[in-house]
């Protein structure tokens, strides 16, 4: 009997799945075992969430999510399945809570009807929306300059904010803006007060079917800068930068990695640091090393010591501060690459540091001199310029003396003989200004022209040729210049009436004439009016206009035009966002403005942290250097 039904069973068995069943009678089962996702876990009020999962069937077929309202199960969303069962279907609440189910309906697919599918319900808890909390950019402003307050809310959608300030026991809107789409807003503001409570309210608003509820954040005091803070004076190093503020004391920052930040460290700074042991300063002057000016007419410098360029009679780097030996009565300083200048009250010079080419002018074959010398055969100087390796004084009267190295002609005697003590400039007087670059000299002359004298490599002498010149020569076309800067390959000249002329180098349409040719004479720098100074750097040349705005151009590969860009121009481009300019300076690629309310505003290469704004990132526009106050 057993042996019969198990041969009646393999007969059904093999007829079966011979034939198979018929198709309309096959389904899928409900399956409530299936778990759904949600996604954030705990979603903010008013913001879309995601419910995910995946169900037993692995067709393509309609789902809907469902919300339990008052007892009852209600459609809140549709969807659809993939080929592999997965759906993912996107909702909104504003409730505190909710409970949630997908639910797929009896559906046939081709010849296959499949069951309905329940999923399991999942409670969702949601949170309140909340604004995090805000930060003032920089910490501690200047005042009177724009500083940011930002941060952001969590209701991830665009919507009004407004800065408040206390005022009183009251609040007062003071700037207004939007969120971006991830809910993150900066609103900008400014004040002249010593300090100022501030916080951000998001008003209530409605946006399509969703209405977002009033948000305040939590106050915060910003504290600004103390008066006497204030900038007075920049200098630019080779990677680094220092200010002088009006109490007499320095900050710097930047590169450091010989000391010249005067911190005590040899740590890079991105935001200024307070010079050691200076006060009462009155003038600074940099290169590798700075030196600052003090009351009473001494001196004290910091940085590289490479051949006794600080005057303290040792060629040790120092992190802080040192004391000139043997200066008193100073009135000017000026630094080269390795030496440094001093003009002294009545008129002499003393020099210390490099005299590999005789730029101490004592008239010794010593490779350096650790502290001051005086300089031979010069009195009644007036000023004092130093370059790269040759320094040269303005005498009372109008002449001048020069001395170092002269291999281009740049000490202007009509030789190329590097001199260790000061010799005449051929044919010049009546000069009114001296203006050194590393081969070639120039002045100005009373009316208003220029000579100028040594390499001409690129037309720099701007005599029409490109021929180097050991005595000086006229500059051409220029009759009516009021100031003269000079750079390593091109000069420029601010002329009366505000306009400017430049010649010499031009690869990078430093000259501003809308080319990149070279110019042996001088040429008129385009869309520059009512100028009030001029500054040039290598490869870039800036003006400062009446009003207080810049404009820059030549090389921007760093962005130190300050135009929003980083293409050169050679034409002038506008500084974005500086007004109220009293002074500018350039470095090798950055520019820095200082703005009449003693703030600083730099652009440019930061790879040091040079530009003072906390970070080491190029700027193409300015950012107020912070930490100042």
């Known amino acids: 009997m057993r042996k019969s039904v198990l041969i009646l069973l393999s007969t059904l068995l093999a007829v079966t799945g011979m034939l198979g069943l018929p198709q309309s009678s096959v389904s899928a089962r409900a399956d409530t075992a299936v778990s759904v996702t949600v996604s954030p876990s705990k979603p903010v009020r008013g913001v879309t969430f995601t419910v995910s999962g995946k169900l037993p069937t692995k067709v393509t077929r309609p789902v809907e999510l469902q919300a339990k309202v008052s007892g009852k199960w209600k459609k809140v969303a549709s969807g659809k399945t993939d080929t592999k069962g997965t759906f993912s279907i996107k909702a909104t609440t504003t409730k505190s809570s909710l409970s949630v189910r997908v639910v797929a309906a009896k559906t046939k697919v081709g010849k296959k009807t499949y069951a309905n599918v329940t999923t399991k319900t999942k409670k969702i808890t949601t949170v309140a929306p909340a604004m995090s909390a805000t930060k003032a950019t920089p910490s501690k402003p200047i005042r009177g300059e724009s500083f940011a307050v930002s941060g952001s809310v969590n209701t991830k959608v665009v919507r009004p904010v407004e800065l408040q300030a206390k005022v009183g026991t009251s609040w007062k809107k003071v700037a207004s803006g939007k969120t971006d789409k991830k809910g993150k807003f900066s609103l900008k503001s400014s004040t002249t007060k010593s300090s100022l409570t501030l916080r951000v309210v998001a008003p209530k608003t409605r946006i399509g079917k969703v209405t977002y509820e009033k948000l305040v954040g939590k106050s915060m005091t910003v504290k600004t800068g103390?008066?006497?803070g204030k900038v007075v004076q920049v200098v630019a190093g080779d990677s680094h930068m220092?200010?002088?503020?009006t109490n007499g004391t320095v900050k710097c920052w930047g590169n450091n990695e010989n000391g010249q930040l005067g911190d005590g460290t040899t740590k890079r700074r991105s935001t200024p640091v307070k010079v050691s042991g200076v006060s009462g300063a009155t003038a600074l002057t940099s290169y590798g090393h700075t030196c600052a000016l003090l009351a009473g007419g001494t001196v004290k410098c910091w940085g590289p010591n490479w051949a006794g360029e600080l005057?303290?009679?040792?060629?040790?780097?120092?992190?802080?501060?040192?004391?000139?030996?043997?200066?008193?009565?100073?009135t000017a300083l000026t630094t080269g690459q390795s030496n440094t200048c001093a003009?002294?009250?009545?008129?002499?010079?003393?020099?210390?540091?490099?005299?590999?080419?005789?730029?101490?002018?004592?008239?010794?074959?010593?490779?350096?001199?650790?502290?001051?010398?005086?300089v031979s055969g010069v009195s009644g100087a007036t000023a004092l310029t130093t370059s790269y390796t040759h320094s040269c004084a303005l005498l009372a009267g109008g002449t001048a003396k020069c001395w170092g190295y002269n291999e281009s002609g740049q000490l202007g005697d009509g030789s190329t003989q590097?001199?260790?003590?000061?010799?005449?400039?051929?044919?010049?007087?009546?000069?009114?200004a001296l203006t050194t670059s590393t081969d070639h000299t120039c002045a100005l002359l009373a009316g208003g022209t220029l000579k100028c004298w040594g390499n001409n490599w690129y037309g720099q002498l701007g005599d029409g040729s490109t021929q180097h010149r050991s005595t000086p020569v006229k500059v051409s076309g220029v009759s009516n210049a009021t100031a003269l800067t000079t750079s390593q390959n091109h000069s420029c000249a601010l002329l009366a009436g505000g306009t400017a002329k430049?010649?010499?180098?031009n690869e990078y349409g430093q000259l501003g004439d809308g080319t990149n040719q070279h110019r042996s004479t001088p040429v008129k720098v385009s869309r520059v009016s009512g100028a009030t100074a001029l500054t040039t750097s290598q490869n870039h040349s800036c003006a400062l206009l009446a009003g207080g705005t810049l404009k820059c151009w030549g090389n921007n590969g760093d962005g130190q035009l300050g135009d929003g860009t980083t293409g050169e121009r050679s034409t002038?481009?506008?500084?974005?966002?500086?007004?109220?300019?009293?002074?500018v300076t350039t470095g090798l690629n950055h520019s820095c403005a200082l703005l009449s309310g003693g703030a600083l505003k730099c652009w440019g290469w930061n790879y040091y942290g040079q530009l003072g704004d906390g970070t080491t990132q190029d700027r193409s526009t300015p950012v107020t250097v912070v930490g100042l106050g």
């Open 343 to 374: 003009l002294l009250a009545g008129g002499t010079v003393k020099c210390w540091g490099d005299n590999g080419h005789g730029q101490l002018g004592d008239g010794s074959t010593q490779l350096w001199s650790t502290t001051p010398v005086t």
């Open 242 to 245: 220092c200010a002088l503020l």
């Open 572 to 583: 002038p481009a506008a500084v974005a966002g500086v007004s109220g300019a009293t002074a």
């Open 226 to 228: 103390a008066v006497g």
């Open 418 to 432: 590097h001199r260790s003590t000061p010799v005449k400039v051929s044919g010049v007087s009546g000069a009114t």
């Open 311 to 330: 005057g303290d009679g040792s060629t040790q780097h120092r992190s802080t501060p040192v004391k000139v030996s043997g200066v008193s009565g100073a």
């Open 502 to 505: 430049c010649w010499g180098y």
